[in-house]
Structures are given as C-alpha cells and as structure tokens.
C-alpha cells in the first residue's frame, strides 16, 4: 500500500513539474494565447478596434474640425502625449453640441470592424464576460454595445456635458478613461470588484499597451491601423480577428 502511494506521489511530482516546464518555456506570444482562451474577462478597446473608425475624428469631419483633431489623435494614440490633454484639445475644438451628436449618430451608422460579431458571440457562448473600454465617448459606444449584445452597464467610457440649451460644456474629467492609466485603473476595479482571474485586454493605442498589468494579457490589433509603438508592446499582434477565433477553438478539439 505504502509503495502503491509513493508510485502516485511520485507520478504526480513528474507530471507537475512537466506541466511547470511547458509553461516555463512558453514564448510571451504562446504565454497570451493560453490566457486568451482560458480568459474570463475580456476587454475591448472600440475605436480602430471594434469598429473602423475613431469616433472622435469622425465626429470632428461632421463638425468640419476634421483635419486638426485627427492629428491631435494620432499623436494621443501613439503616446505622444497624455490623453487627458489630447481629449481637451480635440473637444475645445469640436465643441459638439447636443443637436449635433444626434444628427451625427443618425447620418453615421456604426462600422463594425469585420469578425467582431462573431469573436464577441463566441466569447459570450464560453460564458466570458465582454467589456467596453474605451476613451471615446459613451454616447457614440452604447449603438456598438446595442449591435453586439454588450450589456450598457459594461461600458466604460467619456461623457459629454452639455448645457441647458444643449451646447458643449466639457467632460466628465471624474471618468477614469479621461486620462492616461484610465483603462488600467477600469480593469483593476473589475478585477476586485468581480475577481477576474484570467482577463485580456484588446486594443490598437498606447492606453491599451499600458492596461497590462493590471490586466493579465494585452493584445495588440492592428486590422484597422496599424501602430508600430504598440506592435513592439503586444506579445501578441494580430490583425484579423479570425486569429483570435481560430485560436479559442484550439481548446475544444
């Protein structure tokens, strides 16, 4: 009997070390991907990622402040510069009103970036909880949100203050998302608040990149553009959601 338990204890010991050294010799990009696909939290970024376009700059071209805004983006979003200024910056120069932010989300539909819909349903399918987290604006996110099935409770993103007669009035600058570590400082409360054990995070900006840690994984997308400071940051860059499909696939064949 004693020798019969010191066969299984020493099985045991072999097997826990093969599995401690299969994990040891992951490379970061195989590290992520098991992470993925174990996850039970991911978080999506929304411009350039879950849809084609940056909101902001899309709403800048409708308030004809389109040329100035987008370079204030690309510089925000290659690091260039803290978000919260660059938010600033843009917004003191759109100064949306209420009228126009309406009439915006009529004539503009959203574009969903192609295999979102699917990544998201089959998420969900695998009982992974789908979050939000963006810096664009809430009242451009929630149409995204309704089309993907996203509960507007996970949305994390910036609000637009307007006054009564419904001109721009600012930002809601107590948003997390208004500056940079926002999005970092979104997961960490997720993860305390609801003690996600495995979450990723998914995006093609610099606020995504530094989201991990807290988050337990960042993938870097680049399938509507292409940012090569945040291709450097990402053990895992991707430019076709299918790849990230195929990939939770690989667990259940």
């Not at 998302?177 to 995006?203: A, D, F, N, W």
């Not at 960042?218 to 990939?247: C, H, P, S």
Request: hydrophobic share 40%; charged share 25%.
């Amino acid at each position: 009997m004693a020798l019969y338990s010191l066969k299984n204890n020493l099985q045991y010991a072999t097997l826990k070390t093969l599995s401690l050294v299969s994990i040891s010799v992951m490379s970061p990009q195989q590290s992520v991907q098991e992470i993925f696909r174990t996850a039970d939290c991911v978080c999506f970024d929304v411009d350039s990622t879950v849809i084609q376009d940056e909101g902001i700059d899309e709403l800048a071209n409708f308030c004809g402040k389109g040329d100035e805004v987008k370079r204030l983006t690309a510089e925000a979003m290659g690091g260039n510069m803290t978000f919260q200024e660059a938010l600033k910056k843009r917004l003191d120069i759109i100064r949306p009103s209420v009228s126009q932010v309406r009439e915006f989300l009529e004539k503009f539909p959203v574009r969903l970036t192609p295999g979102i819909s699917q990544l998201v349903k089959a998420l969900q399918d695998r009982g992974v909880i789908v979050y939000l987290v963006s810096g664009g604006f809430r009242s451009l996110i929630e149409p995204v949100a309704e089309k993907l099935g996203i509960p507007s409770s996970h949305i994390f993103a910036n609000r637009l203050k307007f006054y009564f007669n419904g001109e721009y009035a600012g930002f809601d600058e107590n948003e997390p998302t208004s500056r940079s570590g926002g999005k970092g400082l979104v997961i960490r409360r997720l993860k305390e608040q609801h003690g996600y054990q495995r979450l990723i995070m998914i995006g093609d900006g610099a606020t995504d990149a530094e989201a991990s840690p807290p988050a337990d994984g960042f993938i870097g997308f680049g399938g509507n553009v292409t940012r090569e400071e945040v291709r450097k940051k990402a053990a895992w860059y991707v430019t076709d959601f299918q790849e990230l499909i195929q990939n939770l696939t690989i667990q259940t064949k």
